[in-house]
């Protein structure tokens, strides 16, 4: 059981930047997979960047190049730095978590980060203006 929370949410200009923060606890952060999603109004939930226990990182394509998401196992604090923001990117955005998986291939273990996340957080909006 893991607990999540969101902040850094806001209103910028198109092109400005911002920094998600989800902080976590009631868990081992460092064994669980992360990632951010969002959901705009009207619009289904859509998983935009994901970060698995060795760091490993992925996006959709309408953030690459301009989102990055990285953890720090010091504090287990999950971060979203946005940049070159549009006005599509208007959404609730949320961080979210699941634990890793673990498999017995070839005579070692092996993770990965499956499709479902179990934990969420409350969300936090961001309003992007032209």
């Known amino acids: 059981q893991v607990q999540l929370e969101e902040s850094g949410g806001g209103s910028v200009q198109s092109g400005g930047s911002l920094r998600l923060s989800c902080a976590a606890s009631?868990?081992?952060?460092?064994?669980?997979?992360m990632g951010w999603f969002r959901q705009a109004p009207g619009k289904e939930r859509e998983g935009i960047a994901f970060?698995?226990?060795?760091?490993?990182?992925s996006y959709a394509d309408s953030v690459k190049g301009r989102f990055t998401t990285s953890r720090d196992g010091g504090t287990n604090t999950l971060y979203l730095q946005m940049s070159s923001l549009k006005p599509e990117d208007t959404a609730i955005y949320y961080c979210?978590?699941?634990?890793?998986?673990?498999?017995?291939?070839?005579?070692?273990?092996?993770?990965?980060?499956?499709?479902?996340?179990?934990?969420w957080g409350q969300g936090t909006q961001v309003t992007v203006s032209s």
């Open positions: 979210a978590a699941t634990p890793r998986e673990k498999k017995y291939r070839g005579g070692r273990f092996v993770y990965g980060c499956p499709a479902d996340y179990t934990y």
């Open positions: 009631g868990g081992t952060y460092s064994r669980y997979c």
């Open positions: 970060i698995d226990t060795g760091g490993s990182t």
